[in-house]
């Protein structure tokens, strides 16, 4: 099973994560991204039923972070902010 999803809601691309995003992830994750986020839009994600995740996906997100045009986070997870924390990164994702 794909742990995530992603639809474009007019301007914002929203990326739902489920369960664990790990490095076996990593690579569908990369390939749905560079087909659908484009810089001049926002990246929401919501990360509540998020069970893990590595470093390996936390880098896809932080590369996201860099290439989007804003990032938010909808809803958090203890292992969203866990990975975070673990790898000593500050979380670029604005909570709304």
């Known amino acids: 099973m794909i742990p995530f999803s992603l639809n474009l809601v007019g301007s ?3 990326l739902t994560l489920t369960g664990e995003v790990t490095i076996e992830h990593v690579g569908a994750l ?3 991204l560079k087909d659908t ?10 990360a509540a039923k998020l069970t893990r995740l590595d470093a390996a996906a ?3 997100f932080l590369s996201a972070a860099q290439f ?4 938010t986070l ?3 997870s203890p292992a969203w902010t ?4 673990r790898y000593a990164s500050s979380d670029p994702f604005r909570t709304v």
Request: proline share 3%.
């Open 74 to 76: 909808s809803a958090s």
């Open 12 to 14: 914002s691309l929203q």
């Open 58 to 60: 936390l880098q896809v």
């Open 30 to 32: 990369v390939e749905k």
């Open 37 to 46: 986020l484009r810089p001049d839009q926002t990246l929401e994600v919501d």
């Open 82 to 85: 866990d990975a975070f924390a």
């Open 68 to 71: 989007a045009s804003d990032t």
